[in-house]
């Protein structure tokens, strides 16, 4: 019994086609070029991360996925549906990195703005904030000014404007940059929860180490997708060995260690130094730092090292 | 269709609730729409001289001599004033001037000749359109100084003679104290509507660009038309509330008359409104930041009002050039328009070309913000 077989088709097809889709995005802004054919699918329910340093292209990366910037090139789709098209909007949220609600509403005058932007009739908004602000914890500030929450509890506002109707994929842009270590163990437990109620989450991050708590991760640099993958088969297939290197004048160890080939990538890790190194060079490098009165001590490569060497090496 | 229309309704309501919130929160909004006008009102209420010429004069010529021709050649050879033809008779003259055919009236009764070959005194009349105050004050100067001189022609052809055959009695109409302040009130409210109006909107989308909202709103469903018309309302109450306190402390501190309709006044100054609002909506989504939307707002409204809307400088004194380029500036419909309410009495059936040319301005400038508003961030 179907009317519009050609259309009960398109049905078919935007229903199996991935909740995310980035084909080939390019734009640039006079002389940066801030997404470089940049190409990556998100399956529905899946939490994936956006990694890169800061500059890499993953704000531009989430507007052109949610339809706010003209591309030079390529191809944005959402839920099989042109990232711009109207009908996408009600199906999306977004959080932006920046601050993006109005400052001089209060908490719940940003919340009810949102839900009559949104439609939501008065019983369904009353239910959702009210579930929201309890697991936001915002529930006390109802009355606050939004300029004068902190920084994690504004975070958490603009999350929950994002998903007062229940959006079928959320984009978060660096949700956790500037939030202290509890909100944000916290704010990563909201994000599970919603994606085992079957929501596709793409979540931007400077912090490396917030990689290991996604589905899947991409590593992002000047524009492009350097790697991805699930988090453990990424540091399954890491080539390179992590070391500390311990003792020796500062300067002079870096020095050397700046003037070596086979370091691929050396950061401070509280007193000492954090370094990634190709497969087998290890020796080399500590006969070289003997003189100095340095000494390696291995450690286990994590997503920092695997993501810093990959970058070091990108940019080199 | 009934769904999108409420639906569509629905996020008008919220744009405009919100920004109500924003402009009771922001003093300086409401110091801007309702307190600065009023001061400016106060300050800037006295006239100022302004020299003019070209004054249309009508003729009512019932005698129709030899001299009566020369007294209005007399009148108008310097070319202040400029005769705009006949008119019948005394009664037609004040419909010449409710059209503004003329702003002043020549009257030259029957038996003018006999009477001054008779060597009588005789009166002739000069009806002046009061409204325009500063017209009629130097009309009145410089008729009375053609009409002597005139006079005097006359007395020196007769042998001998020393008395002035020719007086002129004067009559005001419409404003017969002469107070400039009735006439510069309906200009400085109209110029002061219009300036505010412009910024009060320009700000405002500049505004959600600076803050980073507009990220969020155009991520939502809201469409851009309803965007606009969500912020055109709120302040639209404000630009009305300002219009009628301008008007009402005109009354109260300049004895401004009210003799038209309450109606009349409030649709004038409605579309006028919508217009302005429109232009600073237009502003701010070209500018996309809050210093130079102000500056282009101020620019846009401010020397344009002040310079081109008749409310200082008669349009009809104007370079033809400038004459033209007014017709596109709203302040000129509404000074126009507040004046005929205010000091005349006109109704719609003498208002509407101005509301007209005013309500066109309205849709074409909020056409092309909607238009050039761009639903992207970069
Ligand atoms: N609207 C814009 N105008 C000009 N340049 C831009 C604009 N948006 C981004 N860029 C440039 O494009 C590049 C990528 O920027 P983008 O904000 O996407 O990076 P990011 O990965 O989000 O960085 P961050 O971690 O600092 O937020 C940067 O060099 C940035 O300066
Ligand atoms: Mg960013």
């Keep these: ?316 | 269709m009934k769904g999108r229309i409420r639906r569509s309704l629905v996020r008008i309501y919220a744009m405009a609730a919100k920004e109500g919130r924003h402009i009771v929160r922001d003093p300086r909004t409401l110091y801007m729409s309702l307190g600065m006008p009023v001061l400016l009102l106060f300050l800037f209420g006295y006239g100022v001289a302004f020299d003019i010429d070209r004054i249309p004069l009508a003729v009512v010529d019932q005698d129709r001599t030899e001299s009566s021709r020369a007294l209005v050649h007399a009148l108008t050879a310097s070319r202040e004033l400029v005769s705009v033809g006949e008119l019948p008779d005394p009664a037609a003259v004040l419909g010449a001037f409710r059209q503004e055919r003329a702003v002043a009236a020549l009257v030259v009764d029957e038996g003018y000749e006999r009477a001054l070959l008779a060597r009588e005194v005789v009166p002739v009349q000069l009806l002046v359109d009061g409204a325009d105050a500063l017209v009629a004050n130097q009309l009145l100067a410089k008729a009375d100084a053609l009409v002597r001189a005139e006079s005097q022609r006359l007395a020196s052809a007769e042998v001998g003679e020393t008395t002035p055959p020719v007086r002129v009695k004067v009559w005001t109409r419409y404003n017969p104290d002469g107070r400039s302040a009735f006439y510069m009130v309906p200009g400085l409210a109209a110029y002061l509507l219009a300036i505010t109006a412009v910024l009060l909107t320009a700000l405002t989308i500049a505004g959600e660009w600076e803050r980073g909202s507009m990220e969020q709103l155009f991520a939502s469903p809201i469409g851009r038309l309803e965007i606009v018309l969500g912020k055109l309302l709120p302040y639209l109450g404000l630009g009305l509330l300002e219009f009628l306190l301008v008007v009402a402390f005109g009354m109260i501190a300049f004895d401004l008359p009210m003799r038209g309709s309450g109606f009349a006044l409030a649709l004038l100054g409605l579309v006028f409104l919508l217009g302005m609002l429109g232009q600073g909506l237009l502003v701010s989504v070209i500018a996309k930041n809050q210093t130079v939307a102000t500056q282009a707002g101020t620019m846009s409204s401010l020397l344009p009002s002040l310079l081109l809307s008749g409310m200082i400088f008669p349009i009809e004194n104007m370079p033809v050039v400038l004459q033209h380029f007014s017709r596109v500036i709203p302040a000129r419909y509404l000074v126009h328009g507040l004046r005929g309410v205010l000091l005349k009495g006109n109704g719609l059936d003498v208002l509407w070309p101005d509301l007209l040319a005013l309500a066109v301005f309205a849709l074409v400038v909020i056409g092309l913000a909607t238009a050039r508003f761009q639903r992207r961030l970069a």
Excluded at chain 1, 248 to 262: K, M, P
Aim: glycine share 10%; proline share 5%.
């Design chain 1, 1 to 316: 019994m179907e009317l519009h077989p050609e259309r009960g088709e398109a049905v078919r097809e935007a229903d199996a086609a991935p909740a995310l889709s980035a084909r080939g995005l390019s734009r640039r802004f006079g002389a940066v070029t801030a997404l470089d054919g940049l190409t990556f699918e998100v399956a529905r329910g899946e939490l994936y991360g956006l990694v890169g340093p800061d500059g890499a292209g993953k704000t531009t990366a989430i507007r052109a996925l949610a339809g706010l910037i003209r591309l030079d090139g390529g191809e944005a789709r959402v839920l099989g549906l042109a990232a711009d098209d109207h009908a996408v909007r009600e199906r999306v949220g977004l959080m932006p990195q920046q601050f993006s609600l109005y400052r001089d509403l209060s908490v719940g005058e940003n919340l009810r703005f949102f839900s009559r932007v949104f439609v939501l009739p008065r019983e369904v908004y009353r239910r959702r904030a009210e579930r929201l602000l309890e697991i936001t914890r915002l529930g006390p500030f109802l009355d606050r000014r939004a300029d004068a929450l902190s920084g994690g509890m504004y975070k958490k506002l603009a999350l929950a404007c994002a998903l007062l109707h229940e959006p079928e994929v959320l984009l978060l842009d660096e949700p956790t940059n500037g939030v202290d270590p509890v909100s944000r163990r916290e704010l990563w437990a909201l994000l599970h929860e919603f994606v085992h109620g079957g929501m596709t989450v793409l979540v931007s991050t400077p912090y490396m180490d917030e990689a290991e708590r996604c589905g899947r991760v991409g590593l992002m640099n000047r524009g492009r997708l350097l790697l991805e993958g699930a988090p453990p088969a990424l540091i399954a297939g890491f080539r390179d060995e992590a070391y500390e290197v311990r003792g020796g004048e500062r300067d002079r160890v870096e020095a050397e260690l700046a003037r070596t080939a086979s370091v691929r990538a050396a950061s401070p890790a509280g007193e000492r130094l954090r370094i990634v190194v190709a497969r087998g060079a290890a020796p080399e490098l500590a006969r070289s730092l003997a003189p100095l009165g340095a000494t390696l001590a291995p450690v286990t490569p994590d997503f920092e090292d695997l993501f810093l060497s990959r970058i070091r090496e990108e940019d080199a």
